[in-house]
Every structure is written in structure tokens, then in C-alpha cells.
């Protein structure tokens, strides 16, 4: 039997630097930064060190879904991580410009990844306990935080009857989402996923968690400037929220409703480090093995790859065993592909990680243009790839490789390649 094909035929982004992935796409390659000083919380209250984070500036769940009544209900049932998630689906669905018939629906899936879930409902609602007992929470604080939250409500919103899930797996989530949806589809176990990741973790909570473990920038004084992957200087990740949708289709669904096609997904890899919790293997061995895995399962040779979307966290350790994990794998290759990281405009989105770096893939192939990895003026010695330094740059990309390395040595590699019949 022939193997089949899938396609990304729609994409929903709402991210620190821009809602719609026209604008988002636009705001990367020009070098914008979405990071920032909070304005969701007051982090001097909390005493935190890091005061700055990329958040989605402007965004009201009621221009997405104009029935108020209806937008009632959400602000009832839904943390913010799942609200994004509604407003990327639906940018992604309309995009694609597909609509679920009845006859197909149970062959819609849904997948959508999350690092941590409804974060900020679950520390809210734990200081409601605390101070008011037991009454003074909520019918639904449950379902606001529980991580499959977002697949749950958007396959609800959809009538997608087909599976869904939210893949769990810190900042590989969204990345495992994609590549779940990928096998699913190729399969023949669904014809359509609605599939991405979501995270809304700009909290007291978050920033102090990751501040005790020296993960995060205090370049409090020049937030634009406090992501920078792959540089000498750099001092830990800026936390990010957001989320991104991918709209995936088996080829022949697509071409039957005359779909448009941003790009094929053509493999992917998983591994796990099983080395340590949080830091990465000395090697990369772990990352390197998913990447093989991923150039296997697109029966493609390495020398094919044209660009890399690094995970790219602008932490010591990730960034350097990163750089060896693609030295190993692609060898003198490696130093002939344009690699750039999002993570430097739109800080870390955690579980929607790997999801935006697959979107930024698919806009790569489509435009042949890569974006910078900014703030890269002093790059490290042992990161000595071309990380595409600060300006875009018109590249040709047949093939592109998103890359999501998350807590727990989990490691999920995706490879998209420019549609041809």
C-alpha cells in the first residue's frame, strides 16, 4: 500500500510578536523582540530577580469568537493556556479554510500539546483554598487546569471526534503533538489533525521555580536583549507564552478541497537522554539520535537539510550540547546549513516550543528565507554553526528541521520538506 502523505495546510499563531502568522512571520524577519517587563503580575510583589517575560501583548479572547455569551462560558471554563489555544485554532482553521462535515468528523484528530497546563488557575485557586477553605473554589477548577484542557476544547468547538490528546513531555509537548499527528495521519488513523501546543506560564510560580534553578535572564535592564542563543554572554532563557496550531492533512483530503499547501512533513524522531532531569546529556547523544532517527524516517541523506530551527534556549548547557548533537549527526555539513533560533525574539514557549519552530519551517520553505537569531554579537567559541546572526537571509530551503528539547532528556525532532506533486 502507498504511503501516505501529509501536509500542512493551516496556520494559527498568537505569539509575543504578533497574532496571525502573517504578522508574526513579518515581526521575525524583521529582528522584532516580543520580550518585555511584565504587566500580568507585579513581579517586585514576589520578590523575583527576573522581572521580564514574552507575553501576548493585546489579546481578547471576543475577537476570535464575537458571541458574548459564548465568550462568557470560556472566561468560565478555560485557564489562559486553553484560551490561546482557541484563538490559535481557530486563526488555523480559518486559514486552511476547512470546516468538519458530520461524515468526516471522526476522522478529525486533535492533539495539542501543553508543558505545565492550566498554571495559573492551579496557583490561584491553591491560594483560594488556602485562605477561604474548600467553598471558595470554583465547580471548574479541574477542568480549567488540567493539561488535555486545550485538545478537550477545541475538539469540543470543532466537533473533531476523532482522538485527542495533550502530550505532556515540558518543552517537547507541542513538537510530540506534531509528530503524533504526523504518524496518525500517515497511519491512515485520521485524515486531519488540528494539532500544536499552548503555554501560559508567565506566573509567580514559574518564574520563581526557574529562577531558583539559574535557568532564567535577569537582564532586567535590556529585555530585547536578554534572549540571546548562542551567544558568549548569554545567562539563561526568557520565559514566553503562546500558542501555535498546524492544520495537517493527508495529501489527497487536501487536494480534493483545493487546500493551499505551506509545506509536506516528511519524518520525524524522538529520544530520551535518560541521563538527568534537566540537563542535558555532555554529548547531545540524545538529541543526536532523534535527529538520525528523523532523517531516517524521511529516508533522506543529511547533506538534503537546508535550514535548522534550533531549540535554541540561550541557557548555557543547551545551547553548546545542541551545537555538538548537529556537529555529530551532520558533520562538515553542518556547517553549510543556516540554523537560527525564535527563542531569541519570543523567549520560551515550553510546550508551544516546537510547534512555532515547525510554523516558522513552513514559512521558511514557502518565502526561501530564514530569520536571525538576534542579539548575536559576541557568539560562543563552541557554538560555531551559522546561527544566521542578527539580519534574515534569503535562503534555499527544500528541506527544514524543527528541533524540541524538553526537561526529562526528552527529545522530538520534525522534518518539513517544500511540497512538490
Same mark, same amino acid.
Request: glycine share 10%.
Given at each position: 500500500m502507498a504511503v501516505r502523505r501529509v501536509v500542512i495546510t493551516g496556520l494559527g499563531v498568537v505569539s509575543p510578536v504578533g497574532i496571525?502568522?502573517?504578522?508574526?512571520?513579518?515581526?521575525?524577519?524583521?529582528?522584532? %523582540?516580543?520580550?518585555?517587563e511584565i504587566? *500580568?503580575?507585579?513581579?517586585?510583589?514576589?520578590?523575583?530577580?527576573?522581572?521580564?517575560?514574552?507575553?501576548?501583548?493585546?489579546?481578547?479572547?471576543?475577537?476570535?469568537?464575537?458571541?458574548?455569551?459564548?465568550?462568557?462560558?470560556?472566561?468560565?471554563?478555560?485557564?489562559?493556556?486553553?484560551?490561546?489555544?482557541?484563538?490559535?485554532?481557530?486563526?488555523?482553521?480559518?486559514?486552511?479554510?476547512?470546516?468538519?462535515?458530520?461524515?468526516?468528523? @471522526?476522522?478529525?484528530?486533535?492533539?495539542?500539546?501543553? $508543558?505545565?497546563?492550566?498554571?495559573?488557575?492551579?496557583?490561584?485557586?491553591?491560594?483560594?483554598?488556602?485562605?477561604?477553605? @474548600?467553598?471558595?473554589?470554583?465547580?471548574?477548577?479541574?477542568?480549567?487546569?488540567?493539561?488535555?484542557? @486545550?485538545?478537550? *476544547?477545541?475538539?469540543?468547538?470543532? $466537533?473533531?471526534?476523532?482522538?485527542?490528546?495533550?502530550?505532556?513531555?515540558?518543552?517537547?509537548?507541542?513538537?510530540?503533538?506534531?509528530?503524533?499527528?504526523?504518524?496518525?495521519?500517515?497511519?491512515?488513523?485520521?485524515?486531519?489533525?488540528?494539532?500544536?501546543?499552548?503555554?501560559?506560564?508567565?506566573?509567580?510560580?514559574?518564574?520563581? %521555580?526557574? $529562577?531558583?534553578?539559574?535557568?532564567?535572564?535577569?537582564?532586567?535592564?535590556?529585555?530585547?536583549?536578554a534572549s540571546r542563543p548562542f551567544s558568549a554572554d548569554r545567562d539563561g532563557f526568557v520565559l514566553g507564552e503562546g500558542c501555535v496550531i498546524l492544520i495537517m492533512e493527508e495529501l489527497e483530503h487536501a487536494l480534493k478541497r483545493g487546500a493551499d499547501i505551506y509545506a509536506e512533513v516528511v519524518g520525524g524522531g524522538a529520544s530520551c537522554d535518560a541521563h538527568h532531569i534537566v540537563a542535558p546529556h555532555e554529548t547531545g547523544a540524545g538529541a543526536a539520535m532523534a535527529m538520525r532517527e528523523a532523517l531516517r524516517d524521511a529516508d533522506m541523506q543529511p547533506e538534503q537539510l537546508d535550514y535548522i530551527n534550533a531549540h535554541g534556549t540561550s541557557t548555557p548547557l543547551n545551547d553548546e550540547r545542541e551545537t555538538m548533537a548537529i556537529k555529530t549527526v551532520f558533520g562538515d555539513h553542518a556547517k553549510k546549513m543556516a540554523i537560527s533560533s525564535t527563542k531569541s525574539m519570543v523567549g520560551h514557549l515550553l510546550g508551544g516550543a516546537g510547534p512555532i519552530g515547525a510554523a516558522v519551517c513552513a514559512l521558511s520553505i514557502r518565502d526561501q528565507k530564514v530569520h536571525p537569531t538576534i542579539n548575536l554579537n559576541n557568539p560562543d567559541p563552541k557554538c560555531d554553526l551559522d546561527y544566521v546572526p542578527n539580519v534574515a537571509r534569503d535562503v534555499k530551503v527544500d528541506y527544514a528541521m524543527v528541533e524540541a528539547l524538553g526537561f526529562g532528556g526528552h527529545n522530538t525532532v520534525l522534518i518539513l520538506k517544500r511540497f512538490t506533486k
Open positions: 496571525g502568522h502573517e504578522d508574526f512571520w513579518k515581526a521575525l524577519l524583521a529582528g522584532e %523582540s516580543g520580550v518585555a504587566t *500580568q503580575f507585579d513581579p517586585a510583589a514576589f520578590g523575583l530577580e527576573t522581572k521580564i517575560a514574552a507575553e501576548v501583548k493585546n489579546f481578547n479572547i471576543q475577537d476570535y469568537f464575537p458571541d458574548k455569551r459564548k465568550v462568557g462560558g470560556f472566561l468560565k471554563e478555560m485557564d489562559r493556556v486553553t484560551l490561546l489555544a482557541m484563538a490559535a485554532a481557530k486563526l488555523a482553521m480559518d486559514d486552511a479554510k476547512f470546516e468538519i462535515s458530520e461524515e468526516e468528523a @471522526p476522522r478529525v484528530c486533535t492533539f495539542i500539546g501543553t $508543558g505545565v497546563g492550566g498554571l495559573i488557575t492551579t496557583t490561584a485557586d491553591h491560594i483560594k483554598l488556602v485562605e477561604g477553605g @474548600p467553598r471558595k473554589l470554583g465547580l471548574r477548577s479541574i477542568i480549567k487546569l488540567m493539561p488535555n484542557a @486545550p485538545s478537550g *476544547q477545541v475538539a469540543i468547538e470543532y $466537533g473533531a471526534k476523532g482522538r485527542a490528546k495533550s502530550d505532556a513531555t515540558a518543552c517537547a509537548s507541542g513538537l510530540d503533538s506534531l509528530f503524533d499527528a504526523f504518524m496518525y495521519i500517515r497511519d491512515n488513523r485520521a485524515d486531519v489533525s488540528i494539532t500544536g501546543g499552548s503555554e501560559a506560564a508567565v506566573n509567580p510560580f514559574s518564574l520563581a %521555580s526557574f $529562577g531558583n534553578m539559574m535557568a532564567l535572564s535577569k537582564r532586567n535592564s535590556d529585555p530585547k536583549g
